[in-house]
Structure formats: C-alpha cells, structure tokens
C-alpha cells in the first residue's frame, strides 16, 4: 500500500490471531497486486490498457462494486471524486519537484471525466482512447473494510486495522476500554489537534501534506480537483468518522475538494468530522469547544 500498515487484534487462542492476521495480509496484498495503477501487470492496468486505446473490457464482479461505489461518489461530490483523473495523477509527478505546464494540464484533462466512459455492468466502455483510471481514493479504505470482516468471520470481536492512517476498529480492547486515535495538525505532525476514543467504526484523513511540491512558499497537494487539473488549495486536511472506513475516506477526500463550500457539505453529510484549512482555521462537529488553531 505505499505506507505503514499494523493491525492489533485479541483472540483467545494465539493460532487464531495469528491465522487471521495472515489472512488479512494475504488479502491486502491480493489488492495491491491487483489495483495499483503502478504496477504493470495489475488487474487495473489492464483495464487501463484498454482505455489507453479506447475499448471496451468486462469486469469481475468486485471490481464492478467499486465502480458503481465510485459512480456513487461522482453524483454525491457534484462530479468532484472522479476516477478517470489517472492522466492527471501522471501529469503530476511529485517526486519530480517540477509543476506541470498548462499545456500538460490542458491535454490530460481532454482525458478525464467519468461521463466520457460508459459503465453498463459488467462492461466498463471508453469511447475515448487515452482515459485513465485511478481507485487510489478507494481500494486502501476498502482494504480496510475487507480486513475487518476477515477478522469477524474468524470469530474476532476485538481489535484494530490501520492501513496508513485509514483505521477501522472492529471492537474495543478486550477490557472494554477504547481505542484512543490522535488527528494530527497537518502542518505540524507532532502536535495532536483531537483525541477520539474509538469502539468501532471507521476513521479516516485526507490532506495535503502526504505528497506535495513546495514552490515559493506555495503548497501544491496531491488531491487535484479533476474539473481545473490544479491542486486545492483551501482545505489543508480533513478526517471523517464513518460506519465503514471506504465511506470515511470517501468524505474526507470529497471535503477536500469542496474548498470553500467544505464545512457546509460535511455538515449536510451528517458524519462526524473535523476539517483544517491552510490558514490554520479549524472546525467541524469533532472540534467543538477547541479554540482556532494557529499555524
């Protein structure tokens, strides 16, 4: 997955932890191998081979609920969350330390917009040849969920699966105590903006400090609105509390690419949540009674 990854689990027999803890593993690796858009011979890149020249490719039937989960996000998001910002996603290369041109933003937007392909499950069609998918904003959260009810079906009530910061407690410790989660400041990592005491549920964040280039003072994230080809600029980070950790991230991701209108859509959403802008503002229902934090 690209990041640190632990889980915790209780059992009262170790040879069941430790069966189920592989087993989690064995999956989250089956969806790396077969969604990463990095790797050549993923499931996803073949997909993407066939939208690279414009056809048409039927898929499994997982791979079909993450499609109609990101259709789904597509309408809520007012057509924000967008899977088919791949030419985007490569346009900005962030190791690069280099921003692209305009003419480069230009051309890879000609590619993106889920209303330029056809979804008619099973058949995923691209009437425009060199579209691109990316399920980066979904696959990890849902990885997460999947751990969750490996772990339910092997009999385990107590525990937690972190995957990056994407987290999903399946019950409390065995004790009945709760998991304690620190948000952190996106600015400043070492400094704890709030603590949730977790039973279950998901939580999970999305910011601008995973992966950006720094240019004259200006941050440039990787959450790319696919409407302009540029980076938001108004939210710095925003962490959702969601029944399943794939709805969490989902509204966290949305949040970010709402800017100014971000309190107001996470508010009407209904999930708890907690959002930072990049002047250092704070708010949402989980920040209550906090003072404004400075940067």
Not at 27 to 34: C, H, N, P, Q, V
């Amino acid at each position: 997955m690209g990041t640190p990854c632990s889980m915790q689990l209780y059992s009262r027999r170790f040879t069941v932890a430790e069966a189920t803890s592989k087993l989690v593993i064995q999956d989250i690796k089956r969806l790396e191998a077969k969604y990463s858009r990095y790797l050549d011979n993923s499931y996803l890149s073949r997909i993407n081979q066939v939208a690279a020249s414009g056809g048409e490719i039927r898929v499994d039937p997982e791979t079909a609920s993450l499609l109609d989960y990101a259709a789904a996000c597509y309408r809520e998001s007012g057509g924000l969350f967008d899977i088919t910002s791949g030419a985007l996603h490569r346009a900005w290369n962030f190791k690069s330390g280099l921003i692209p041109t305009k003419n480069i933003i230009k051309t890879a937007l000609k590619t993106v917009g889920w209303k330029k392909l056809r979804w008619e499950n099973p058949s995923l069609i691209f009437p425009i040849a060199g579209m691109e998918l990316d399920l980066g904003g979904v696959v990890k959260e849902y990885a997460v969920d999947r751990a969750v009810t490996i772990c339910w079906e092997a009999g385990i009530r107590n525990g937690m699966i972190n995957l990056g910061g994407d987290i999903r407690v399946i019950g409390p410790h065995a004790d009945g105590r709760p998991w304690r989660v620190g948000i952190s400041h996106p600015r400043r990592r070492d400094v704890v903006l709030q603590t949730l005491e977790l039973y279950e549920g998901g939580l999970a964040s999305s910011g601008d400090y995973e992966r950006c280039i720094t240019l004259n003072g200006v941050r440039y994230g990787h959450i790319l609105n696919p409407k302009t080809g540029w980076p938001v600029r108004h939210i710095a980070a925003v962490s959702v509390l969601g029944e399943l950790c794939v709805v969490a991230g989902s509204a966290a991701t949305i949040g970010m690419l709402k800017e100014d209108q971000a309190d107001k859509w996470l508010r009407k959403l209904g999930l708890p949540h907690l959002w930072v802008t990049v002047d250092g503002e704070t708010g949402g229902s989980l920040m209550k009674n906090l003072n404004q934090t400075s940067l």
